[in-house]
């Protein structure tokens, strides 16, 4: 990537008068990297990073290893979005697209290059959807097998391209644990045991993914805090995230989709969010905490779902309610290196 993309660290959103930069104590994380598509770097370079967004994917569509996008009418809706995101300050952004739910990762590359944005890729396959998205080999490999093949990623590189995973993403639907939920959550952990990775864990709703979750780490002898729960923001009231970060799971709060008019959806989804925020501010875990937007900028080639709502509407919300640059800065620059930094 091109050296002048180390800008971040110093800048500044000029359009909401904040500054995010590292905080004191980063020295410590300098010896942690993170693999990007474009090569691993010091985990410190990450700058200020959505956690949760989807660059291209195809929901909605059916499920296949080779997504097939028409690549000059993504790149010409994804390239000039990247940029408007660039200039509001991101530096990165972890695309959570699994294979078989749209995951390209050569474009991704592309892309990362041509927007000068430091992109994530992942491993594992997406569970939620009632299914849609597995692939039919999961259902007949055991949890180890499925572990391998997501470990190989890691070591190898993904389908001979030398690209590797930054984290693992998995997901699960809604109620009962199912049987094919658990076994992904199950290779999920083997592979983080393996080889550092960080586990987003598509969760939403249902704290029953959270709290099988933390009996299969205490099984694989893996630490809750290589764990996310995805889309936390959809539990109604806060209790179980307040336990769940108390036990070292990070909560991510990544439906800030926010569309161009301040309605009252935009509304709702900025009043749930700081509620949550405000109950685990209380409870001092800001510091298990993600924000991002599950946004997309080719949806099955369809308009963008925005990921910018955290700068034109959430940040200023949050000032608004006092919270400080520290712990502004803390949410978008210093957790997110926290939670997908490995150290070999």
Partial sequence: ?????????????????????????????????????????????????LTHEHIMSNFGGERSYQPNYDVAALKA???PYLKRIKSLEVNSILDCTTAYFGRDVQLLQELSEESEIYLITNTGYYGAANDRYIPKHAYQETAEQLAERW???????????????????????????????QKLMQAALKTSRATGLTIACHTGNNPAVSKLAQELMAEESVKPSVWIWTHAHQMETSEELIGAAKAGIWISLDGLRISGKDTEANQALLDRHIQHLLALKEQDLLSRVLISHDGNSFPRGGAIRPYEGIFTHFIPLLKDKRFTEQEINQLLVDNPQQAFAIVE
């Fill in 1 to 49: 990537m091109p050296t002048r993309r180390q800008f971040i660290q110093q800048s500044s959103l000029l359009s909401l008068g904040s500054v995010l930069s590292p905080s004191i104590g980063m020295a410590q994380k300098k010896a942690a990297k993170i693999y990007t598509v474009t090569g691993a770097i010091d985990v410190s370079e990450l700058g200020v990073c």
């Fill in 151 to 181: 470990i190989q990623e890691f070591e190898k590189g993904i389908d001979q391209t030398g690209i590797r995973p930054g984290f693992v993403k998995i997901a699960a639907d809604g109620g009962e644990v199912s049987h094919i939920d």
């Fill in 77 to 79: 809706q994804v390239l």
